[in-house]
């Protein structure tokens, strides 16, 4: 597949790959697999929230969800 990015997006692969995060191929694939994880992620939550119990709506769930969001976003990047 051949695909063309503007300049901006092109020196970031660059500078990823030149930086060890591995050949351009490697960078471009790592940020589309990411991008399908997070719709994925976000197909979900809407699902979910289309389906959401009540006691999930508490003041205690919404500090638990606040307190593990960066956790979850981080194993998108898994």
């Known amino acids: 597949m051949t695909i063309r990015v503007?300049?901006?997006?092109?020196?970031?692969?660059?500078?990823?790959a030149k930086s060890g995060e591995g050949s351009r191929a490697d960078v471009i694939n790592r940020?589309?697999?990411?991008?399908?994880?997070?719709?994925?992620?976000?197909?979900?939550?809407?699902?979910?929230?289309?389906?959401?119990?009540?006691?999930?709506?508490?003041?205690?769930?919404?500090a638990w969800a606040a307190g593990n969001a960066g956790r979850a976003w981080s194993e998108l990047d898994g």
């Open 6 to 16: 503007d300049d901006d997006v092109a020196a970031f692969v660059d500078q990823a």
């Open 31 to 62: 940020v589309i697999k990411r991008e399908v994880r997070r719709r994925a992620a976000e197909r979900d939550a809407q699902i979910y929230a289309s389906n959401a119990h009540p006691d999930l709506e508490s003041d205690a769930y919404i």
